[in-house]
């Protein structure tokens, strides 16, 4: 069993954190707080990304549907963020932890001058115990919400990886509502296995990745997988994992079997 303490950087979907009517799920919210307040508590270093700001501002601003409309898509994404920071910021301080938020977009983590900045910033709450909660500035960028065209950017899967390499991280966590990847895709061949571990992206593992998922999300297969590429060759493992099960956070940083690992290619300790 692993001792050392992590920098882990946990993303997670819209899928988890909202319901199928794209109001919050309080309950899974509450568990992903508390399993973080408490790895935070063992001595890891936590980064959350979060996904769901549109659906979210789509439910509280009671619209019968996702925006269609560019301008209405970014606004509600403004309003849902806002709620969903405020659920943050209270479930956070019942465990005694401290947040900031932290919105990115493409031209942040692609200029080399504000990626330094970034990473300084980031630093600087580590330092202090506060737990950055990130997510892409869907009010100004339309990379995700509207093209996925971004060369940066496009989705949280990929954004998450992006801050772990960023952040010199040892552990990215995608919560998502999938178990991980299987070698067929379940829901057609039931007996399909799930692989537990994965130390190259081979064109047998890429050819695995499936679509894209419910309305609520964007992300599928291929953007965890994109998101594996990324985290691989910064040396840092990747898990995709389902959310539903929060206490399993705790094994996988322990290293255990669950989801599915994609491994480091090369490995580097916290200084």
């Given at each position: 069993m692993e001792t050392r303490k992590h920098r882990i950087v946990v993303k997670v979907g819209t899928s988890t954190l909202?319901?199928?009517?794209g109001s919050v799920d309080l309950r899974n919210m509450e568990h992903l707080v508390r399993a973080l307040a408490d790895l935070y508590g063992m001595g890891h270093e936590v980064i959350l990304v979060t996904s769901g700001a549109i659906a979210v501002g789509t439910a509280k601003l009671n619209l019968s549907e996702r925006p269609?409309?560019?301008?209405m898509k970014q606004a509600a994404a403004a309003v849902g963020q806002c709620r969903m920071m405020h659920i943050y910021d209270k479930l956070f301080s019942e465990y005694n932890r401290s947040v900031a938020q932290i919105l990115?977009?493409?031209?942040?983590?692609?200029?080399?001058?504000?990626?330094?900045?970034?990473?300084?910033?980031?630093?600087a709450l580590l330092e202090m115990g506060v737990i950055p909660v990130v997510n892409e500035n869907d009010s100004v960028s339309s990379a995700e919400i509207e093209t996925g065209h971004h060369k940066v950017l496009g989705d949280n899967d990929t954004l998450s990886a992006i801050v772990a390499e960023l952040c010199g991280a040892d552990l990215l966590i995608l919560l998502s509502d999938?178990?991980?990847l299987y070698e067929a895709d379940p829901k057609t061949h039931?007996?399909?296995?799930?692989?537990?571990?994965?130390?190259?992206?081979?064109?047998?593992?890429?050819?695995?990745?499936?679509?894209?998922?419910?309305?609520?999300g964007t992300g599928g297969m291929a953007t965890k997988l994109s998101a594996a590429r990324i985290a691989m060759a910064g040396g840092c493992d990747m898990v995709i994992?389902?959310?539903?099960?929060?206490?399993?956070?705790?094994?996988?940083?322990?290293g255990r079997d669950i989801g599915t690992r994609f491994l480091a290619t090369e490995r580097e300790e916290i200084s």
């Amino acid at each position: 069993m692993e001792t050392r303490k992590h920098r882990i950087v946990v993303k997670v979907g819209t899928s988890t954190l909202t319901h199928d009517s794209g109001s919050v799920d309080l309950r899974n919210m509450e568990h992903l707080v508390r399993a973080l307040a408490d790895l935070y508590g063992m001595g890891h270093e936590v980064i959350l990304v979060t996904s769901g700001a549109i659906a979210v501002g789509t439910a509280k601003l009671n619209l019968s549907e996702r925006p269609k409309e560019l301008r209405m898509k970014q606004a509600a994404a403004a309003v849902g963020q806002c709620r969903m920071m405020h659920i943050y910021d209270k479930l956070f301080s019942e465990y005694n932890r401290s947040v900031a938020q932290i919105l990115l977009t493409g031209d942040d983590v692609e200029d080399p001058e504000r990626a330094a900045h970034l990473r300084s910033t980031f630093s600087a709450l580590l330092e202090m115990g506060v737990i950055p909660v990130v997510n892409e500035n869907d009010s100004v960028s339309s990379a995700e919400i509207e093209t996925g065209h971004h060369k940066v950017l496009g989705d949280n899967d990929t954004l998450s990886a992006i801050v772990a390499e960023l952040c010199g991280a040892d552990l990215l966590i995608l919560l998502s509502d999938i178990d991980g990847l299987y070698e067929a895709d379940p829901k057609t061949h039931p007996d399909a296995k799930l692989l537990h571990r994965v130390e190259h992206l081979t064109p047998e593992i890429l050819e695995m990745a499936g679509g894209a998922g419910t309305w609520r999300g964007t992300g599928g297969m291929a953007t965890k997988l994109s998101a594996a590429r990324i985290a691989m060759a910064g040396g840092c493992d990747m898990v995709i994992t389902n959310g539903a099960r929060m206490e399993d956070l705790y094994e996988i940083v322990e290293g255990r079997d669950i989801g599915t690992r994609f491994l480091a290619t090369e490995r580097e300790e916290i200084s």
